[in-house]
């Protein structure tokens, strides 16, 4: 079964990475490769303090509600996803426990905003889980 699994993945990564070339090089005339036209953007970039971190994108098709950062899907594996390269992808997990750094340094965040504006966006939002979301609109308003 898993031979059968990640054959098919291949292929997908495969012709993933043949219609990003044909998108970006041939269909909006970019076909030099550069420092800043690269052949790809990158899934994964290094922060000043060590840590790999994965950016964040969308994946055509698929319903909003799907976290394409858990490790059932693959998405990255995969080559599913169109990154955009000035943001990452947060894996909050299902609850505080799985990530407690993160849903307190976001929480702390979201109530700082909160103290100094009567009202702000959490931009990419379709992104974001939910439970996520939900959870952060309770601290904004607390």
Request: glycine share 4%; hydrophobic share 40%.
């Amino acid at each position: 079964m898993w031979q059968t699994t990640i054959r098919q993945w291949v292929d997908e990564a495969v012709e993933n990475v043949r219609g990003t070339v044909r998108y970006y090089k041939i269909e909006q005339n970019q076909p030099l490769i550069s420092p800043d036209n690269q052949l790809f953007n990158p899934y994964f970039s290094t922060l000043s303090c060590g840590a790999i971190v994965a950016h964040n994108g969308w994946i055509s098709g698929i319903s909003p509600d799907l976290d394409f950062a858990t490790e059932i899907n693959f998405s990255y594996l995969r080559r599913h996803v169109n990154i955009w390269s000035d943001s990452i992808k947060l894996r909050y997990g299902m609850c505080p426990a799985d990530s407690p750094f993160l849903w307190q340094h976001m929480s702390d965040y979201v109530s700082q905003m909160a103290s100094l504006f009567d009202g702000f966006r959490l931009d990419n939002a379709h992104s974001t889980p939910i439970h996520v979301c939900q959870y952060l609109l309770q601290v904004a308003r607390s």
